[in-house]
């Protein structure tokens, strides 16, 4: 039976995704987790700063003052990482 056997040498196709789909993040969901959550870092860990993260989580948010900061600067973080210049 040649239409059943499996053809040797040919390589299975993967989905591969670009490196740009990778580590897109979307801007809306980042926004949302520092308004409800930024007081415990939860938008760090979405945007791959897990070690901030923890250290906002430890601190609640460096009592307020780091989160309140992160603000003014989250949309530049997120268009550095979604550029892929991390």
């Not at 039976?1 to 979307?26: D, F």
């Not at 860990?45 to 070690?51: E, T």
């Not at 989160?67 to 973080?77: E, P, Y």
């Amino acid at each position: 039976m040649i239409g059943n056997a499996p053809v040797v040498g040919r390589p299975r196709p993967r989905n591969r995704t670009s490196r740009h789909q990778r580590h897109y993040r979307n801007p809306t969901d980042a926004w949302l987790l520092w308004i409800f959550f930024g007081w415990l870092g939860l938008h760090r860990y979405y945007l791959g700063d897990w070690k901030r993260g923890i250290a906002m989580t430890l601190t609640l948010g460096g009592l307020g003052l780091w989160s309140l900061l992160d603000g003014f600067f989250l949309t530049r973080r997120l268009r550095r990482i979604n550029s892929g210049r991390l």
